[in-house]
């Protein structure tokens, strides 16, 4: 948290949030556009952000593109306001209506977490069906092998999938990669697809969700809250051992 708030402190850095607000993905040299500032001070700016996590970035050809991260600012709001009651802050609720613009070189949104753990541990909680049901509410339930198919079924004994796919790639404990949709939905551009990819450092795992090929504004909403809080959910159950008490979609005011 200490260096979410020195992040924050610095006017140029929060001017570079904004601009990824407006347009998320950006290359460095589309954020340098129209600011008076060369392209190495830029990148030590975009440093700090990194490092405070409050931006990730994903690799597409040749360039570098750096999108907003919320996760942070979650986790302020739960541990500084939310125990106040207080109101949710209106820009964070802004970045979940607007985690992504709507193009189709870019993946939807990306969302990094950082979990003290090994990545093993994290993978088995991503694709054990009593892990998933224990912070998810959802059970995802699949061999995990590239053509299979995975549900992810609701935990009170129907056996309904709420959402289903295909894996399309499996790669322990470094890259997951799978379809996500409705059971019965149409979507005439095919399903969504959701990546996860998990990188060592040091004691911790970087944990970056993708989730690409929605279909409007709607959906990116709703995804984008609901990662926000699986993903919260999931560092508390692989850090201590179990879910939070009482999860993000589940109480009163949610907007899951």
Known sequence: MDKVFKALADPTRRRLLDRLFENNGQSLGELCDGLAMSRQAATQHLGLLEAAHLVS?????????????PVPLH???????????????QALSALKRKAESAMSAKPEFVYTTYIEATPEKVWEALTDPEATAAYWGHSNVSDWRPGSSWEHRRTDGSGVA??????????????????????????PDGPATVTFELKPLGGTVQLTVT??????????????GGWSAVLSNLKTYVESGKPMSLPMWTRPGSED
Not at 57 to 69: A, D, S
Not at 211 to 224: V, Y
Request: glycine share 4%; proline share 6%.
């Open 75 to 89: 986790e302020i709001q739960e541990r500084w306001i939310q125990k106040f009651e207080r109101p949710r802050l």
């Open 57 to 69: 970035t994903v690799r597409r050809g040749r360039e570098k593109l750096h999108y907003l991260n």
């Open 162 to 187: 709420d959402v289903v796919g295909t894996v399309v790639e499996a790669d322990p404990p470094r890259r997951l990669v799978f379809t996500w949709a409705g059971p019965d939905e149409d979507r």
């Open 211 to 224: 989730h690409e090929n929605l279909r409007d504004d709607k959906e990116r909403r709703e995804a984008a």
